[in-house]
């Protein structure tokens, strides 16, 4: 199964919990980043608890272990189920996050390459082959791997094996869902889904997928 996650990247409470409860029965995850933690706190990990959905902190957290590990800590006591970190800051920087999240029985996903044109420029080279195999020593539950690359996804799903790919750049960045939804463990849709008019008919569009 290839689960759908919500990328909700709006910046007002009352839009974001009404796109969220719209959506919730039609995806499986959904993944908060910096523009609705920053406008809202992060209580509102509580308040979108009512969609009984997993939450993940799209924080690209990349300091020292430490900073890490502090930063995780609040992640999980507010509520959330998983994280996302860098990888670029070493298997050190990594691990603290990765150890936070499996000490509160939570996921920790590291980013192997980004989506956007710009993370060509130095995840190339070999470089998101090395974080990414540098994330599985680490212990990481999986991967964040570009869905407008998917030759890239293809060589990385070789290097992490069976453990989870989540692959965003879907819709608006230009990824197709169908092209890489057998390839990994769930496509994150943003803007497609939450600038529509109709946000739960938007996610909807994507129901056949969840079962590829």
Known sequence: MTELILALDVTEKKKALAIANACAPHIDAIKIGYPLVLS?????????????LPL?????????????????????????????????????????????????????????????PGGKAFFSGG?????????????????????TRPDRVKVLRGVVGKKKILSPGIGVQGGDAAAVAS??????????I?????????????????HV
Do not use: W
Not at 130 to 147: F, K, L, V, W
């Open 40 to 52: 809202c706190g992060l209580s509102i990990a509580q308040e979108l608890a009512t969609t009984r």
């Open 56 to 116: 993940i902190a799209d924080f690209k957290v990349a300091d020292i272990p430490n900073t890490n590990t502090l930063i995780c800590e609040q992640v999980f006591r507010s509520g959330f189920s998983a994280v996302i970190c860098h990888g670029f800051t070493g298997t050190d920087s990594m691990k603290a996050c990765i150890t936070s999240a499996h000490a509160h029985r939570g996921e920790c996903y590291v980013v192997a390459e980004m989506s956007h």
């Open 127 to 147: 470089v998101a082959e090395q974080i990414a195999a540098d994330a599985m020593i680490a212990g990481a539950d999986g991967i964040i791997a570009p869905a």
């Open 183 to 192: 390839l990994v463990d769930g496509i994150i849709v943003g803007r497609s």
């Open 194 to 210: 939450y600038e529509a008019a109709d946000p739960a008919a938007a996610a909807q569009r994507y129901a056949h997928l969840r």
